[in-house]
DNA sequence: AAGAGTTTCTGTACATGTAAGAAAAGTTAG
DNA sequence: CTAACTTTTCTTACATGTACAGAAACTCTT
């Protein structure tokens, strides 16, 4: 493993490429061509180097796509001004990184990662964290509190768009409205009544509902 | 794309593998040797086949892990008695769905699959509807509220496996504690105030706990 | 200057998912 | 029986991530 930055300022053969350099080039082809374009042999041959040399600077392709995301972050994340009342503080920076996490939808594969994610989101973790805390919830709670809230956020993200890539397959598709189509009323009365309506019920963003319903209930809790 | 059950009863050549015994075979490898021994190489040398013969009955791999979870739901999900008060059901429900899933780690890849998943846990998703329902919701919020409970099941699901195959991970591991040693005092005081705390705190099991706080605030907002 | 040590890069090789097309094994029409 | 047709299987081939082994390009010591 080499360390991201090493201590001593030249030993053994100077390197060619950088980390940084590859980032942005990643950065470049994703942006250009979507996720599906970044291939380790593409991002070698983008930065005029092999594929295996990346390998010394990132430890493989999962990596490299996390610190992707938090370039990403690290560029986008704007703080926003928060509401001074903590309960819509911890809606607004939880909303706040919904909506960058969002905007980039091939962070899918990664999102999956970790409950913080990269240092430039650690101020909002901060922010949801001490708005609990404002709220009159102990510390322990209040981070408990917040990972229910990252549940919450990256499994909307991670199932929204998931699903989004299936609507696009008509095979699948299809075979959803079959289920409903297939319904047993009287077992699943409720299910049934909703059947025609779930497309359109499911497609709506309600991702804002869910968590201020989320943010309540953890304060009742109290 | 072959149907799953072909109307005509023999025309061509006969197959000498189906849908089903892939399947049974795949949970065989999947349960002796993890998700990671799955392979369609694999899996087709031990149904005694070619690998690209697989795909006549099956899409692709993903489609083989979704049906692999379906199977696993169908012989595992059993219905437990639900408690009479909708609340509890609720609660109950979504905890049993949780407690299945939790059970076999490998289904990660594919949770992010949708928000209904086998037909066999659509009686979960009636009775979670049903409930929300019975709490006197309207019929389409309580759609939006089962969704948002699947959001926050799932999520804890994705984000809580990930983050243990993290965990055995020595090197990122070393790197969330340097996250959490570097903290600034003065501008993230709870995370630094939480700092030595984190890890045990996260790694305690509050799906429960947050389940139930999501779910009284999605019936506060009545 | 020669060697030792260290880091980075390159070349080759393998396992994997799967696309494309040919071959096989039936059924049915003539 | 032969030819056409259909469905399944097999063969071959490619793109991808990455392990491994060494070569290359430096600095530091002697």
Chains 1, 2 share one sequence.
Not at 28 to 48: K, S
Not at 157 to 183: P, W
Not at 189 to 198: I, N
Request: hydrophobic content about 40%; overall charge neutral; some cysteine.
């Amino acid at each position: 493993m080499p360390q991201p930055s090493a201590p001593r300022k030249t030993l053994g053969r100077p390197p060619r490429i950088s980390r940084e350099e590859i980032i942005a080039t990643a950065r470049r082809i994703v942006d250009e061509g979507g996720v599906g374009r970044l291939t380790m042999r593409r991002l070698a041959a983008e930065v005029g180097s092999t594929p295996m040399a990346l390998y010394h600077h990132v430890r493989d392709k999962e990596e490299l796509l996390v610190l992707l995301l938090d370039d990403y972050a690290a560029r986008t994340l704007r703080r926003p001004r928060l509401p001074d009342h903590p309960r819509e503080r911890i809606v607004v920076a939880a909303t706040a990184i919904h909506e960058a996490l969002a905007a980039c939808p091939w962070i899918v594969e990664v999102l999956t990662a970790d409950d913080l994610l990269s240092t430039s989101a650690l101020w909002f973790v901060e922010q949801i964290v001490d708005g609990l805390v404002g709220c009159g919830l102990p510390l322990d709670r209040a981070v408990h509190g917040y990972r229910a809230i990252w549940y919450y956020t990256a499994g909307e993200i991670v199932v929204r768009t998931t699903a989004a890539r299936r609507r696009a397959d008509d095979d699948r598709a299809t075979y959803r409205e079959q289920v409903f189509a297939d319904l047993d009323p009287s077992e699943l009365p409720r299910l049934t009544q909703a059947a025609d309506r779930w497309a359109p019920l499911t497609a709506e963003d309600t991702y804002r509902d869910g968590l201020q319903a989320l943010v309540d209930g953890l304060l009742a809790r109290r």
